[in-house]
């Protein structure tokens, strides 16, 4: 079982940045890809980014390349995501996910946590 709490979001204007972070505990997370999604009320949970065990590939939305990064420290159980550029699109609750299979789905994860609201303001 591994537990996620996704920490670092907030109301920032556009044009800002943040800095997401997703603290891990129960077991180490080297086994497994970690994934960031987002979801606004009514709408599914959509993909942003994913990065492999090891941290040494990655894979974005294009919605965010460019402007979001991730990152991974396995020694410390922590992933992040760099939120850079936001604009009010970007406005949703921030997931982080850890799975066996990865991917751009979310059913590649098998575990999540609660979730960090980020609102972007005009």
């Known amino acids: 079982q591994v537990h996620l709490v996704e920490s670092g979001g907030g109301l920032v204007q556009a044009g800002g940045s943040l800095r997401l972070s997703c ?8 086994p497994y890809a970690m994934g960031w999604f987002r979801q606004v009320p009514g709408k599914e949970r959509e993909f942003v980014v994913t990065i492999s065990r090891s941290g040494s590939n990655t894979y974005y939305a294009d919605s965010v390349k460019g402007r979001f990064t991730i990152s ?10 760099q939120l850079n550029t936001l604009s009010t699109e970007d406005t949703a609750v921030y997931f982080c ?3 066996i299979v990865g991917g751009s789905s979310p059913a590649g994860y098998i575990y999540w946590g609660q979730g960090t609201q980020v609102t972007v303001s005009s």
């Open 23 to 30: 603290t891990t505990s129960g077991r180490s997370i080297s």
């Open 97 to 99: 996910a850890a799975g």
């Open 72 to 81: 991974r420290d396995n020694a410390k159980n922590m992933v992040y995501v």
